[in-house]
């Protein structure tokens, strides 16, 4: 592990000065919290009138409600009230989770609580208020529901047969969206190609399983006609907005508080009906009301993700130049696309990045999203990566074993080269300061490949099935406007960052990025006072309160560091030049004499300074001390989005070592290795600990978690123990290290790394395996590759 | 509560003497420690998969929210809030070294498996750690960050042994 990076961006100034913190791997003191038992989760607010709610859900996927009676529960102890979607509706307008610019989507209003017709198995149906929870939970079962059940559409492929039950009668079928992104001549290209590799890959369902389940208080203040909302989400603002629109309250009346977020991963960036319903309850009964889902809530209403059957060609010529990529990808939703950032993202992230490291000239590459009676689908960590970097990946070894070349050999001929960037990817999609050659030359170098294969070798003579797999990446972070909002969504690509200094000399920083434990508070902290000279301890927060922070996105899509960051770099800077203004009237000097470290302005020749305190208290509390004009501003706000780009790509390239039980099907991941290359880094260790953490994610959707549904859409394993995710025993240490190249949209030159594990390792893992399946001739196709496929595959079963 | 019934009970928390206090027959240990505030104690599953709840009765790591509050009656009992002793100051010290926590939710029944680790005094290495975590669910780290703090705080435990 590196302890020191120092970083290679000369824009931020000289690594020996004093309070030089970007690069550095400092401790997260703040998260001492967490283990004092002190965190602050949203379960853990009381307060004063507070109740509880529970919601009645379908038990059915599909299924028409005749008829409700709630009389009976409304007598049970403890029961304030029982609202169904006609109350709800009366206070909060309905959604619907379409964009405008990427075609066409069709999706039906949505509200929060299912009329007439519940459409999965978990939708919310009633909610019921009560004293505690426990009581609302035993007046739901006294709710009767008249249910009439209808048949379900379950599977994807059929969706759009023609004797396939359509869920939304008024769309005529079952497509929620369709895109086709072409470049060059496919047809031709096949043509001339001398090898042709195809594939079909399954990708099941699986979901986030934050440790901490969603949950929300709402606050009506009727006196004040405001809503306080403690919410365990990502994006504050976001909620802010969406809340004062659908309740019809003026914005600055709506006030989003996210503190601690038991884990986050996509799952808590999106607009849920129950906690609508809680809003709903709250501003209808005017007292503060508190939902927090169950495990068994959340598997059943918490956004699913992949759900993808991708089947892909690559054409390459006799040298191993790839000439052709065609993929046709078909993934299903649930019956409503989620709002506000829509259902079809991932689908479009697999058309955007499938082939995104190769020149590939020619390429196709067709979408298809259809309606389901399952649980929502949406974006969760590495959005649409793990099935783009999967085809991709999969097709580049087996055109690579198809004309006898080394997998590492056909990658390094077919790269961009990294010094021709900017470019595109096949798709179109622009990319630049990428790395994929010194990525993937670092990785062979730390994986000592030959090393590697003769173990093979020597395990395959004793029976054993060693197998080697490698690939390389994109990772979309940074989002610019070009991502949601040309199509219309008020999600802020923006992002805002106000910095004060206080009269005790202490050092006041506010950011819209919100912290879900991956550091964002330490790396703000860092980067004030690294630009601004100050020591670490002199420097206070404020993050997630849309009453005290600068506008913004939130956190999501890997943007904290590089947007958030930016802003954080750029308000300091400001601040820095204000302070030195202040002192040069002060000190009777020019401004180009002086300069800040170890919280005192210094005079760059020697001499007596003054300390941020002094000067701070001069400017409170003894302006007459200053000369008359000077406007001395001892606060500054600055913001940052990305221009002129999608996406601030970063790369990653990925190796492991698996070995195969030929007697149990079970993996065993040996050895696992992560080259990624985010820029600049600002705590090496946390960037570390996010790929690490993403990899965990990957290997679980590779191997281990899937939503499993019955052909009449219940889900079969929504607790802990059935849903298997990754446990300490079965992962292995993953090994990590670094090519930097600085993103050339900011100063602080930082791109994002929460994506590239959970989108690269079930692509590296498949290949591994079938790596070692190739000396049998057998080959894994679908994930999760569970003990079962790959004893099917091996022909054991 | 359809039916509850309540019962009064005698039990310590942290140190903390409860006398005749009346606690709900039907609610687990999780739920009455976090309604006294002691929130450091995390429900994730409510079927003793996760671990998170995991707190410490009469010298041993349960699963808080597989015990009902009405059976700690002359119990012991030790949650995230009172690990204050120079044992487990240190091991928090390792823990933030080593970024051996992200969202932190998982932290307070991970800390309390490794004190019950630690309380063994003896040396394993990582698959034995990973083997002895593994009732302790984290979906941030990956884990291994947890190994390298458990393996320091064992080092450092039985050093003078």
Same mark, same amino acid.
Not at chain 1, 8 to 23: A, E, F, H, T, V
Not at chain 1, 677 to 683: K, P
């Given at each position: 592990m590196v302890d020191i990076t120092l970083n290679?961006? =000369?824009?931020?100034? =000289?690594? #020996?000065?004093?309070? =030089?913190? +970007?690069?550095r791997s400092l401790t997260r003191d703040g998260a001492i919290r967490h283990l004092e038992g002190g965190g602050k989760f949203v379960d853990d607010l009381i307060l004063p009138r507070m109740v509880n709610s529970a919601f009645l859900r379908s038990p059915y996927a599909h299924a028409e409600i005749k008829s409700i009676n709630i009389s009976d529960a409304q007598k049970?102890?403890?029961?304030?009230d029982i609202f169904l979607s006609e109350h709800i509706d009366t206070v909060c307008k309905p959604w619907i989770g379409v964009l405008s610019h990427l075609g066409e989507m069709r999706s039906p209003e949505q509200s929060p609580l299912a009329k007439k017709i519940a459409r999965w198995q978990g939708e919310a149906i009633a909610i019921v208020i009560a004293n505690t929870r426990a009581q609302a939970e035993d007046a739901i079962e006294a709710i009767e529901v008249d249910w009439v059940e209808k048949e379900p559409q379950i599977n994807m492929e059929t969706a759009l047969d023609k004797d396939t039950v359509v869920i939304h009668k008024e769309l005529g079928n079952n497509l929620f969206w369709t895109r086709t992104v072409e470049q060059g001549d496919v047809k031709k290209a096949f043509k001339e190609s001398s090898t042709i590799v195809e594939a079909t890959l399954d990708f099941a369902r699986h979901t986030g399983v934050t440790l901490e389940t969603r949950g929300i208080v709402a606050d009506w203040d009727k006196s004040e006609k405001k809503m306080s909302i403690y919410h365990n989400g990502q994006a504050p603002h976001m909620m802010q907005h969406i809340i004062a629109k659908h309740f019809d309250? =003026?914005?600055?009346?709506v006030r989003v508080i996210s503190k601690d977020v038991g884990g986050s991963f996509g799952i808590k960036v999106h607009v849920y009906g129950d906690e609508m319903a809680a809003i709903a309850a709250s501003k209808i009964l005017g007292r503060p009301v508190k939902f927090v889902a169950d495990r068994l809530e959340s598997f059943t209403t918490d956004i699913h993700a992949r759900c993808h059957k991708i089947s892909g060609k690559l054409g390459v010529d006799k040298n191993g130049k790839f000439l052709s990529m065609e993929i046709n990808d078909l993934s299903g939703i649930g019956p409503y696309s989620m709002y506000p950032r829509t259902s079809a993202i991932e689908t479009n992230q697999v058309l955007n990045l499938s082939g995104s490291p190769y020149i590939i000239p020619n390429y196709k590459a067709v979408g298809t999203v259809v309606f389901q009676n399952k649980t929502p689908m949406c974006q969760y960590r590495a959005v649409g990566h793990p099935i783009a970097v999967a085809i991709t990946e999969v097709l580049v070894d087996k055109a690579a074993k198809k004309i006898g070349m080394k997998v590492e050999d056909i990658r390094k001929i077919n790269f961009i080269p990294d010094d021709q960037y900017p470019n595109k990817t096949p798709s179109g999609v622009p990319l630049e300061d990428l790395s994929h050659q010194a990525t993937m030359n670092k990785l062979l170098k730390i994986m000592n490949v030959p090393d590697l294969e003769k173990q093979k070798k020597l395990d395959l003579e004793k029976g054993i099935l060693t197998g080697i797999g490698i690939i390389s990446m994109c990772e979309v972070t940074n989002p610019s406007p070009l991502f949601y909002g040309v199509g219309g969504a008020h999600i802020s690509s923006q992002d805002g960052a106000s910095i004060r200094l206080e009269g005790s000399g202490a050092v006041h920083v506010s950011s819209s990025i919100t912290e879900q434990g991956q550091g964002t508070e330490a790396i703000m902290k860092q980067i004030a006072a690294d630009q601004l000279g100050v020591s670490m301890d002199t420097i206070r927060l404020t993050l997630g309160d849309t009453d005290a922070t600068p506008y913004g996105g939130g956190t999501w899509a890997s943007r904290g560091a590089g947007i958030g960051g930016e802003a954080v770099l750029k308000a300091a800077r400001t601040l820095k030049n204000n302070i030195l203004k202040i002192a040069s009237a002060i000190m009777q000097t020019d401004i180009d004499t002086i300069d800040i470290a170890n919280n005192s302005v210094i005079r760059k020749n020697g001499g007596e300074g003054i300390s941020l305190k002094k000067l701070a208290e001069t400017v409170y509390y003894r302006g007459h001390e200053i000369p008359q004009g000077t406007n001395p501003e001892l606060i500054a706000t600055s913001s940052f989005y990305i221009e002129g780009i999608p996406f601030v790509f970063t790369n990653s390239a990925m190796g492991c070592q698996v070995t195969v039980d030929q007697d149990t099907g079970l993996i065993k991941i040996n050895k696992f290795w992560v080259i990624e #290359?985010?820029?600049?880094? +600002?705590?090496p260790k946390l960037v570390e600990e996010q790929i690490r953490g993403g990899v965990i994610q990957g290997i679980g959707g590779a191997l281990y978690e899937e939503c499993v549904y019955d052909d009449q859409g219940n889900m079969q394993n929504a607790t802990m123990a059935d849903y298997l995710v990754p446990m300490a025993c079965e992962m292995p240490d993953i090994i990590v290290d670094h090519v930097i190249t600085n993103s050339g949209r900011s100063i602080l030159g930082a791109k994002g790394a929460g994506e590239a594990g959970t989108g690269g390792a079930p692509a590296v893992i498949m290949n591994a395996i079938n790596d070692a399946l190739s000396s049998m001739n057998k080959e894994v196709t679908s994930q999760p590759i569970t003990p079962e496929k790959i004893l099917k595959a091996i022909g054991k079963i | 509560m359809q039916g509850s019934k309540n019962i009064t009970i005698n039990f310590i928390i942290n140190d903390e003497i409860f006398n005749n206090i009346t606690v709900p027959v039907r609610q687990h240990l999780g739920d009455f420690l976090r309604s006294i505030g002691l929130t450091g104690t995390h429900i994730g599953c409510?079927?003793?998969?996760?671990?998170?709840?995991t707190v410490e009765l009469d010298g041993k790591a349960v699963r808080s929210c597989l015990i009902?509050?009405?059976?700690?009656?002359g119990s012991v009992i030790k949650t995230v809030e009172g690990l204050d002793d120079t044992l487990m100051k240190k091991v928090k010290e390792i823990f933030l070294k080593h970024n051996a926590l992200q969202c932190g939710f998982c932290s307070s029944g991970m800390l309390i498996t490794t004190k019950e680790i630690l309380n063994k005094k003896k040396k394993l290495n990582r698959e034995q750690i990973r083997t002895e975590i593994s009732g302790n669910y984290c979906r941030c780290t990956g884990y291994q960050s947890i190994v390298d703090a458990i393996e320091e705080a064992i080092e450092d435990n039985i050093k003078d042994i």
């Open positions: 290679q961006n =000369s824009k931020l100034g =000289s690594i #020996d000065r004093p309070n =030089s913190y +970007i690069g049970y102890p403890g029961v304030i309250i =003026s914005e600055g009346l #290359d985010c820029g600049t880094q +600002i705590n | 409510e079927q003793g998969a996760c671990g998170a709840c009902l509050s009405s059976q700690i009656n």
